[in-house]
DNA sequence: AACCACCATGAATCGCTGT
DNA sequence: TACAGCGATTCATGGTGGT
C-alpha cells in the first residue's frame, strides 16, 4: 500500500487508524472529491429473534451501534458530517448510506450542515432477509443520500455511464442488487463474517462510476473490511478509509492488496438477474381493473367466483388465490387461474390474463 | 356527505374546512385508528423547469408550497404531528408520504414526538417523470413512513390479507405501483389536473388493506382531492378530511359522492391463524380423538411421547404439554407441539394439528 | 460431470392472553 | 403488573455433500 505523507499530502491509498473525526481534522481541507460513508445505524434491537425452525439470527450487536439517545446520536452524526464537508472540495459530494433507524436523522444533520441534497437513491435488495414474525413489512431496502457541498456547486454525474450501466435507459434513483454473501463475503480466521454489514461491491461500483472520475480521491471513514477502497482501486481511483477497530483494518487491507485494478468481474457483478416480471393478482385489484365483489366465470362457465380485496377469490365455501380455488372447484391437483377465469366485458368472455398482459406491456415500455 | 356532530361525536365521512391543526384540536382525543398524511413537501424549486424542447414543466410552484427555511418547516411539521398524535388511539398507527427535500424533517420529528417508527416503505413508480437534464437519478420513488404512537404500542397489520394480495409471498418494504394518470387523475373545469400531487387509489387500497380493518376511522390532515377519503369509502372504513381549500374540496366531495363502496363480503379479508379460536389439547383426549397412553412421533422421527390422561405427555424424562415436551427434546427455545406431534394412522404419518382443524370445523358450523 | 437434497444465513427496532 | 404458557412465523441465495 503506498503511503504518501508530506506537508499537504494526503495519505493516498492508505487505512488511517483511529476516530474518524480526529481524522478527517487531521487532513487538508478541501482535498477529497468524494465521501462514501456507511454510519452506525443504530439499530435498538431488544431481545434475540429466532427464525421459524429456531435457528437465532446473528444480529447487530456489537458496541460501535449502541448509543444512549437521539440526542447522542445527532450530535456524533453533525459533528461527523462538519469534518467531512470541510474536506471536501468546493465540487466535490457526499453518499451516506443507512436505514430508518437512523438515515432521518442523517438526512436532517446534512441539511443542517449545508450540504444541498441531490437525490436519495434506494437499494432495493434482491434477496433481503424476511420478516420472521409476520409483524411488519420485509425491510427490503435501504436508503443512500448523495448530496453536494452546498446549494449550486457543481457535482460529477456521469450520465451516459449509468445509462449504459442501465442498459441504455436513464439511471432511476431505485438500484436493485443482492447483498454481499458467497466468496465476496470476508470472513474472518474462525470462518465467522468478519463484518456484520459489508456492502456488496456491486453497490459500490454504481456510486463510485456515477460520481467520480479515474484519478479521483474518495474517502471513507467508517472503512470496516474496506469495500469502497476495493472497488477505487479496480476503477483506478484514490482512497483514504479511516477505521478504529483493528480486526477491519487487517481484513481490509489483505482483501485491497489482493485487488486488481480495473477487474472486468466487477462489471459482472453489478448487474442483478432481472427475472420475468411476476405480477401478484392482487395487483389488478389494486389497480382498480378488477373491483373487489366482481364476479370472475371459469372458463368452462360451470363455476363462479368473487373477487376479494385482498386479491383473493370466494367461489362456493372454498376461499383462496386464483389457482387454488380453480384447482379445488374442478378437483384438479392444479390450474393457472389466469387462464381459468374470465370476466364479462361488452358481452364478450375475456380471460384475466388480459389484464396482466397489460400490465406486462406496460412495464416493458419503461423496464425495471 | 353525512354529518354527525355531536357532544364527543366525530364528523365522520366529512370534509373540515380549515387549518389542518386547528382543526384537529377541535376533535376528541384518542378517537382515530389511522391517520395518513401527504404534507406539503418543501420544494425550493428555483426558477422554472423546462423540458429539452421548451415546454414549461407544470412543478409544484403553489404558495402553501413555499417555507422560508428549514426551521419554519420543522415547526410546522412538529406542530402538526402532535395535533395528529392527541388524536390517535393508543393502538393507532400513521402513515406519512414525502420525497427527500421534506421526508428527513418529517421522519426526525416524528421520532421526537414519541411515535415508534415500525417500517419505512418505498413506493416505487412504475412511470415517473424523466430528469430532463440528465444531471440527476431520475427521481423515481416517494418514501413512506408508518409508525405507531409509542414504543410497545400494538397496531393493526393484516398480515395474511397483505400476502395475498402479493400472490403468496409476504409483502416487502417496496411496492412497485404506477403514478396516477389516466381517469383517474382528476381535472378542474378548465382540463388542467385538480392538484399537482395526487396520489393513486392503489397505494391507499395497499395501505388501508394492509393497517386497518372495516369500520376504521382513517384521518387525513392534507386532504387535497380526498384519495384517501375515496378509497376508505370503497373498503368500508370511515374517513374524516381536512382541507382549507375550497377548491380542492369540492374537487374531492363530488369525486367521493360517486365512489360506490364494495360488497360487504369482498371487503372480507384472508385471516391470521392468530385470530382463529383456542383449542386446548386436553380437548383431543377428553373428545377420545387420542387415547391416554396412546404413542406421538415427532415429525423429524427422532423423537416419541406417550399422551396421559390430563392432556400433558412424558417424552424421556420429561413431562408436561405438547409445546414444553416438543421444546425440550429439541433443545429449542419454543416449539408448535400441533404441528411438531404426529400420529401413525392407516401406515401414515399425521400432524395432530388436523384433529384441531377438525373441531374448529364443527365450531364453525355450530358456534359456541 | 451433472444434478439434487439439504442446510446455513442476511443492518431486525419481529406476541398475546390469562392469571 | 409481572409472569408463565400457548403457539405463530421465512425468502432468496449459495455452499456442501451425496448419488
Redesign the pocket.
Known amino acids: 500500500m503506498t503511503k504518501k505523507m508530506g506537508a499537504d499530502a494526503l495519505p493516498l491509498n492508505t487505512i488511517l487508524a483511529g476516530d474518524c473525526i480526529e481524522m478527517m481534522n487531521s487532513l487538508p481541507e478541501a482535498s477529497v472529491d468524494l465521501i462514501f460513508a456507511?454510519?452506525?445505524?443504530?439499530?435498538?434491537?431488544?431481545?434475540?429473534?429466532?427464525?421459524?425452525?429456531?435457528?437465532?439470527?446473528?444480529?447487530?450487536?456489537?458496541a460501535?451501534?449502541q448509543f444512549a439517545s437521539?440526542e447522542v446520536y445527532d450530535r456524533f452524526t453533525s459533528a461527523w458530517l462538519k469534518a467531512a464537508r470541510r474536506l471536501l472540495k468546493p465540487n466535490g459530494a457526499i453518499w451516506v448510506?443507512?436505514?430508518?433507524?437512523?438515515i432521518f436523522r442523517v438526512g436532517t444533520a446534512l441539511q443542517n450542515e449545508g450540504y444541498w441534497i441531490l437525490n436519495d437513491v434506494v437499494w432495493r435488495?434482491?434477496?433481503?432477509?424476511?420478516?420472521?414474525?409476520?409483524?411488519?413489512f420485509?425491510?427490503a431496502h435501504?436508503t443512500m443520500i448523495w448530496a453536494s457541498k452546498e446549494e449550486g456547486a457543481k457535482y460529477t454525474f456521469n450520465y451516459e455511464a449509468l445509462k449504459s450501466l442501465n442498459e441504455g435507459v436513464q439511471m432511476r434513483s431505485d438500484w436493485v442488487l443482492?447483498?454481499?454473501?458467497?466468496?465476496?463475503?470476508l470472513k474472518d480466521d474462525s470462518?465467522?463474517?468478519a463484518?456484520?454489514?459489508?456492502?456488496p461491491e456491486s453497490l459500490l461500483h454504481r456510486v463510485l462510476v456515477g460520481s467520480t472520475n479515474p484519478g479521483d480521491v474518495v474517502l471513507d471513514p467508517?472503512f470496516?473490511t474496506g469495500t469502497t477502497g476495493a472497488v477505487a482501486k479496480m476503477l483506478g481511483r484514490e482512497f483514504i478509509g479511516i477505521e478504529r477497530d483493528e480486526g477491519y483494518r487487517k481484513v481490509a487491507e489483505k482483501r485491497i492488496a489482493n485487488v486488481r485494478k480495473f477487474d472486468r468481474d466487477a462489471l459482472q457483478v453489478s448487474a442483478?438477474?432481472r427475472?420475468e416480471p411476476r405480477i401478484p393478482f392482487g395487483q389488478l385489484v389494486e389497480r382498480g381493473m378488477l373491483r373487489p365483489g366482481e364476479q370472475l366465470y371459469s372458463m368452462n362457465m360451470r363455476h363462479k367466483a368473487k373477487v376479494r380485496a385482498d386479491g383473493t377469490l370466494v367461489g362456493g365455501d372454498v376461499k383462496g388465490s386464483i389457482h387454488q380455488v380453480g384447482a379445488a372447484l374442478e378437483g384438479a391437483p392444479s390450474c393457472n387461474g389466469w387462464t381459468y377465469w374470465c370476466i364479462r366485458r361488452d358481452g364478450k368472455t375475456v380471460p384475466i390474463d388480459i389484464f396482466r398482459q397489460q400490465i406486462r406491456a406496460e412495464m416493458a415500455e419503461r423496464p425495471i
Open positions: 456507511d454510519p452506525p445505524y443504530n439499530l435498538q434491537l431488544r431481545g434475540d429473534l429466532h427464525r421459524p425452525d429456531n435457528s437465532r439470527v446473528d444480529a447487530v450487536d456489537d460501535w451501534d437521539f448510506i443507512g436505514s430508518y433507524h437512523n435488495k434482491a434477496n433481503p432477509m424476511p420478516n420472521f414474525r409476520g409483524k411488519r420485509t425491510n435501504e443482492p447483498i454481499c454473501n458467497g466468496h465476496e463475503r470462518g465467522e463474517k463484518h456484520p454489514t459489508q456492502k467508517f470496516g442483478s438477474k427475472a
